[in-house]
């Protein structure tokens, strides 16, 4: 079994909006050990002691730049700054039942991309569910 967790972000805020299982395989773990100065964006799950069950290390779904065609010959394309990001993601998570939140990290954005170490983002209890959610 899986879950498939929906999150509404904007520049400073992420939001879980929608929980739902379904019956389909998770992508495997990555490694569980501790992830000190890395960079970059990954997703955990952990129990009520905050011991990580499940790591997947993926491209940031959070969009703080895009890339757009340009005027240049040379550079056909070129990154610009989203000026308020802001949408949906997904992401497909294992159901174990020892679960007790989702947590996301990130590297701070600039105009490179990722810069400098991630630190959690969003923490989510998965045993409740907030006001707003639908499945």
Do not use: K
């Not at 779904?61 to 890339?67: G, L, M, N, Q």
């Not at 757009?68 to 992401?91: H, I, K, M, N, W």
């Not at 991309?113 to 569910?129: C, H, N, Q, S, T």
Request: aromatic share 8%.
């Amino acid at each position: 079994m899986a879950t498939r967790l929906t999150f509404s972000y904007t520049a400073d805020e992420v939001r879980l909006v929608g929980r739902r299982s379904l019956e389909m395989r998770t992508p495997p773990s990555d490694d569980l050990g501790p992830m000190p100065e890395s960079t970059g964006f990954w997703v955990e799950l952990q129990d009520s002691s905050g011991r990580v069950l499940y790591r997947r290390i993926t491209e940031s779904p959070i969009r703080f730049s895009v890339e757009v065609r340009s005027d240049d010959p040379e550079r056909p394309l070129e990154r610009r700054a989203v000026e308020e990001p802001r949408g949906t993601f997904t992401l497909l998570v294992p159901d174990l039942p020892a679960a007790g939140s989702i947590v996301l990290f990130a590297s701070r954005q600039g105009r490179e991309g990722a810069r400098g170490p991630a630190v959690e983002v969003a923490r989510f209890d998965l045993r409740g569910e907030p006001e707003g959610f639908r499945r």
